[in-house]
C-alpha cells in the first residue's frame, strides 16, 4: 500500500517517543522526499542527519575505512547531545553509490524481478549497519557503566525516486506506506 508520504497512516512501527538520527545517501533528487518523510512521523526538527554516499553501504563499505569511524563518532555525539534513541536508516533505489561501490550489476532495472534483488541488495547492507550499531551501542553501555543511553531502536527503510517508502522490517517481511 502506498500512501502520502506526509501521511502519519499506516507506518507500521510505534512513533520515535525522543530525538531520531537518520542515516541518509547523498542523492539530490530525495533531500526533500526524506524532510517530508520523517515530517509525517512527527519528527519536524527533531532529528539529527548524516549523509553517506550509498547510505547503509556507504558506512559499511571497506574502499573508504574512516567513513565507518567517522558515522560512529557522529553518532556517539548524537546520543550524548540530543538522547537519540532512533536511528532511521534510509536506503534508497537506483543509487549510485551502488554502481560506485559494487559495480555495474548492482545497477537495477524497474523489471519486478530488477526491482526484487535490489530490495535483497539493501536489506542485507542496512540489515549489516544495523547489527553493527546494536553491537556498538552494547559496547558503549559497557564502558560508560551505565545503561542510561544508547537504548537504540534502528529501523530499516528503502525509499523509492517518488519518495514512497518501504519498511525493511523482518527478512523477507516488508511493508509498503
Ligand atoms: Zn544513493
Redesign the pocket.
Known sequence: MEVHRRSTAHRPYPPARKNALLLS???LRLIDDLVHFMEGDNLTNRYDQLVF???ALGVMQPKHQSWRDVFFQHLDIAVELHGVQDVYIME?RN???YVHFLGEQFDFDDTPLGQAAEEVEHRKHAFVLRDAIYAHCEERKRILGDDKLYNITVRSFLMDIRGSVRLLDLDGENYDF
Open positions: 545517501c547523498m542523492d554516499a550509498g547510505a534508497h543509487c549510485g553509490a
